[in-house]
């Protein structure tokens, strides 16, 4: 519907446009975001593929250009001889075979639609932006690059770090708690819950004074080329653009008062006259309860010509996203060819993904993003995080060949 009709996150008209974070997350391979994107990899998914095409310096992690990103998504639908791309809102649920990936932030007359359609009100939580800097107006004086544990693609680190003493820790902290917060709409104020993968930063900073340092600001991995020493604390930035002149702040979604970010943000040491480019900002997510509405071929239970993709689904996380749209694509195809539809072995992580949101308890489901928690125990005990995390992984990828070889062509 955008550019004709936006959203209060989105600002431009490109598809898949990121609004928050513009990391996918990691992409090792003995670790579960990295390998749901070996995973799509091999399935052939487009936006990995622009997404690779796109990266920028991110340590272990798949981060885009957010304008490019979006703009080469854009150009390649709208190239695509088999895709007619029609920009206008959508107001009912479409008659016939049809996916529904409105995402987080479907418009209100669908949303409407969506809930008199399921009988029931859809499940919302919070999602909150973080703030985005002009890599010139960071002092480096004070902060130094560095991944952590010197993870880099480059010889002195794909991050931007400021380091915290006690002092300027404590007093970050204190004018965080002090800070006004731009007032939720009535239709946010009457359920204020948080997703907890995706906490403002004044809202985990409430939870206690050391809540900060053991959560986005913990400076594990890294010491301070300056003095020597491990900071107190750190908070990172990332690139956020290929140029390499914005970067974000990570971990420090928010909702304050646009001019209290500035103000506060500035205490950290190197931010002091930091320009901003994008505030932080939150607004409210809306998701389906999947488990009690959807098959795990992401198809509705009770109109199996309607399927559901995407964060809408409760699905979190780029690469979560990605899958389900891979998979409901797939199954909308083979529904209208008259062909079984397809469910991923629950050993790989986009099968673990489908089976946990349409079989959890409805009664307490969240969105969930990839993690090796979700997948059926190893056959051998395995010591170590990083071994098992392997482990998962060959398991996860020779299962996959395995159901590509059954399943050709997908």
């Known amino acids: 519907m955008r550019p004709h009709t936006s959203t209060p996150a989105h600002t431009g008209g490109n598809l898949a446009e990121l609004v928050c974070s513009n990391s996918l997350g990691s992409d090792l391979p003995d670790r579960a975001p990295g390998l749901l994107k070996a995973e799509l990899r091999r399935l052939g998914s487009l936006l990995i593929e622009v997404a690779d095409a796109r990266r920028v310096p991110a340590g ?25 791309l029609i920009r206008e809102e959508v107001t009912a649920l479409p008659e016939g075979l049809a996916i529904i990936a409105s995402g987080p932030l479907t418009a209100d007359r669908l949303a409407d639609a969506i809930r008199a359609h399921t009988g029931s009100a859809a499940l919302a939580f919070y999602d909150a932006i973080a703030p985005i800097v ?13 991944s952590r544990y010197g993870r880099g693609e480059v010889d002195e680190g794909d991050y931007i770090n400021c380091p915290l003493d006690k002092e300027a820790y404590d007093r970050f902290v204190a004018a965080l708690l002090g800070a006004e917060r731009i007032p939720l ?45 491990r ?38 040491p190197g931010l ?6 994008r505030y932080g900002s939150m607004h409210r997510n809306t998701y389906l309860n999947a488990p009690a509405l959807l098959a795990p071929t992401l198809q509705m239970r009770d ?71 979700l997948l059926p125990p190893l056959d051998t005990h395995t010591r170590g ?12 990828m020779a299962g996959l060949e395995q159901w590509i070889a059954e399943h050709e062509p997908l």
């Open 60 to 84: 272990g992690a798949l981060a885009v250009d957010r304008e490019g990103f979006a703009a080469e998504v854009t150009r390649r639908i709208a190239a695509h001889p088999r895709i007619t």
């Open 134 to 146: 002009e890599v010139d107006s960071i002092n480096f004086d004070i902060a130094f690059r560095a």
């Open 185 to 229: 709409r009535d239709f946010e104020r009457d359920d204020p819950h948080f997703f907890e993968a995706c906490l403002p930063v004044e809202v985990l900073a409430a939870r206690g004074p050391q809540a900060l340092a053991f959560g986005p600001l913990r400076p594990i991995g890294l010491r301070d080329p300056h003095t020597g020493q």
């Open 231 to 268: 900071p107190y604390a750190v908070v990172q930035l990332r690139q956020d653009n290929a140029a390499g002149t914005l970067y974000n702040l990570v971990g420090f979604q928010t909702n304050l008062k646009y001019g209290e970010q500035e103000r506060i943000l500035r205490l950290i």
């Open 272 to 277: 002091e006259n930091a320009r901003f480019v």
């Open 303 to 373: 109109r199996p010509n309607l399927f559901f993709a995407g964060q809408i689904a409760g699905l979190e996380g780029y690469a979560g996203n990605i899958a389900g749209g891979w998979l409901a694509g797939v199954n909308a195809a083979r529904l209208a060819r008259g062909l079984p539809l397809l469910t991923p072995p629950p050993e790989t992580m986009i099968g673990a993904l489908m089976h946990y949101i349409t079989r959890a308890d409805p009664k307490t489901f969240q969105p969930m993003k990839a993690n090796f928690g």
């Open 385 to 396: 995080k990083r071994a098992r995390g392997a482990a998962y992984a060959e398991r996860a």
